[in-house]
């Protein structure tokens, strides 16, 4: 009896293996078709970008020298490439480039409105203390100040040394409002604003 369980057992075991080993071989044919298929799709792919590739070099590039554009101004890299579109600032808004350089009298009156900020709003938050604001705004108006008085002092052969002297001026008031000094940033502020006045009277 006792022989008759094991060779039962034995046969059982035996079907059992040979079961597992049909299923890896079903899994093992599955993975190498799904391989198949993905280098087939793979290989025409690039037999159709082969034969693509001759006409695409047929178009060809074109070129443009901006180098005497760089030279009399900036491009606007973010604007939308429209022939009909100049390259000065926007009438219906502000300039997306606000550093762009402008014509002469564009520039001036850009300069003019940022020397209105030193008399005006960061006079006014320098006189009440208020000097988180006094630096925004004195920065503010710096953005663009230092970049027109220097082209406007360049191309109009202004007073270079006057523009200088300015600049320091405005470093000094700077130094005073970050140190919460009342007494230095306030005399600064209206010196800065005379100064800008007097280098923009010319234009």
Do not use: C
Not at 6 to 19: E, M, Q
Not at 123 to 138: C, F, I, P, R
């Amino acid at each position: 009896m006792s022989a008759l369980t094991s060779s039962f057992t034995a046969n059982l075991v035996s079907v059992k293996s040979a079961a597992k080993k049909s299923q890896k071989v079903v899994v093992g044919v599955h993975a190498s078709n799904e391989f198949a298929k993905k280098s087939i799709s793979f290989v025409a792919a690039s037999v159709i970008a082969l034969q693509a590739s001759p006409a695409l070099a047929m178009n060809a590039i074109e070129l443009t020298d901006k180098r005497a554009e760089n030279v009399g101004g900036l491009q606007l890299i973010y604007e939308a490439r429209d022939l009909n579109i100049n390259e000065s600032t926007r009438g219906d808004g502000a300039s997306r480039f606000a550093l762009q350089k402008l014509s002469t009298e564009q520039t001036a009156a850009r300069a003019k409105e940022a020397t209105a900020r030193l008399s005006g709003e960061v006079s006014e938050y320098v006189n009440k203390k208020y000097w988180t604001q006094a630096g925004n705004a004195l920065r503010r108006a710096v953005y663009t100040l230092r970049f027109d008085v220097n082209n406007l002092v360049a191309e109009k052969g202004g007073d270079a040394d006057a523009a200088k002297d300015l600049f320091k001026t405005i470093e000094s008031l700077d130094f005073a409002i970050r140190s919460k000094d009342l007494d230095t940033a306030s005399p600064l502020a209206a010196a800065a604003a005379s100064k800008a006045d007097a280098i923009l009277a010319a234009f």
